[in-house]
């Protein structure tokens, strides 16, 4: 399998620049995986595909203003930080640019020394170890100096940091957003919930390992970088009262999915607990316990693309993303949403 089957032609101006202003006022395109059939709607009728006894799974990571700009400490010169991953308390592994001249002992300055920084190691694909020293609380700090980390797709600036959030979340982690969750408002999940469904939480602090690109010919020679996940006693207890119902697990997000799939064993039982994963979801993958997903438009030739199409077949999905074309949906982050059962 080549990562060339999973391209298709987007024009530019599809790209969502925005978040609309109305979370919940997407389009959604429903696509039946058996059939593959396309219907067009707004994001709201997805509760008209929801029957009780569902579950919609969600993952409550909330993402943290992981990107940061600073100076050397020696030479003055500019330097940007990309937050990735906690290794301890205070040492983080980064994405630091320029990364030529970002070797061990190099320091580092944000808002005029509020926060400092020593790069101590360089680890895998050239990100940076740092240490870092302020006084106070760092997420206070973070909250104070750091960007939201938006995707380099995104051109215009994000006037609302909470758009980039979802509704849900709640633990601070992640360097991008579970985007597929964005669609969500209060009112309208607690209308589901009023239908008999379930919400279950699962949290996965999503990594930009997820967006990388696919480098190789061969699919089957990717390799994905690991996340940290976690899923709480009573939530797993949730989902698997669910399918021992006979009730449908509904994945929010590839990142829910991935959560999913990583805890769940042969039988579809979920497991709670945590940890790190690195699943690499491509056509052929046998799911254990999702059977439906919420997501939206992805890149071409993404590890994201690949997951849904091994969901729902190569073939349908990128029929479907011809038709999204068509309809001039909106693509990627801020863009309209599917939902595929």
């Known amino acids: 399998m080549k990562t060339s089957d999973f391209y298709f032609e987007l024009p530019p101006e599809l790209i969502a620049q925005d978040p609309l202003e109305d979370r919940s006022a997407s389009r959604l395109l429903a696509l039946d995986r058996k059939s593959g059939h396309i219907k067009h709607e707004r994001f709201v009728d997805l509760k008209e595909y929801l029957r009780a006894g569902d579950c919609l799974v969600v993952n409550d990571t909330k993402v943290i203003p992981a990107r940061l700009y600073g100076k050397k400490t020696d030479t003055g010169a500019s330097v940007e930080l990309l937050l990735l991953k906690r290794r301890e308390h205070d040492v983080w592994e980064t994405l630091v640019k320029p990364g030529k001249k970002a070797k061990p002992g190099c320091l ?9 920084g020593e790069i101590i190691d360089v680890v ?38 909470n758009r980039y959030q979802t509704v849900y979340a709640k633990w601070e982690g992640s360097a991008a957003a579970p985007t597929a969750g964005l669609h969500f408002t209060g009112q309208m999940l607690e209308e ?7 919400i279950a939480h699962v949290t996965l602090h999503v990594g930009l390992g997820t967006f990388r690109p696919v480098k190789v010919e061969n699919v089957d020679e990717h390799h994905m970088h690991s996340e940290f996940y976690q899923i709480e006693e009573d939530q797993a207890r ?9 009730g449908r ?8 999915c991935r959560t999913l799939e990583s805890a769940a064993d042969d039988q579809g039982v979920l497991r709670a ?26 890149l071409p030739e993404s590890t994201l693309l690949m997951l849904v199409s091994a969901f729902a077949g190569k073939e349908k999905v990128l029929a479907a993303y011809e038709e999204a074309v068509r309809a001039q949906y909106r693509f990627f982050s801020f863009g309209d949403a599917m939902f595929i059962i």
Do not use: C
């Not at 697990?249 to 829910?256: C, E, M, R, Y």
């Open 124 to 161: 895998d694909d050239g990100n940076r170890l740092i240490q870092f020293t302020y006084e106070g609380i760092f997420e206070e700090i973070l909250d104070q100096l750091g960007e939201m980390p938006l995707p380099p797709y995104i051109t215009h600036k994000l006037r609302d940091k």
């Open 249 to 256: 697990i509904i994945a929010v997000g590839t990142t829910s």
């Open 108 to 116: 580092l300055s944000f808002g005029e020394g509020l926060l400092t």
């Open 273 to 298: 607990g945590s940890g790190w994963t690195d699943i690499f979801i491509y056509p052929g993958y046998d799911f254990r316990i999702m059977d439906g997903l919420v997501t939206n438009f992805h």
């Open 192 to 198: 589901i919930r009023r239908m008999g469904v379930e």
């Open 238 to 246: 949730l989902i698997n009262k669910t399918r021992e119902s006979g």
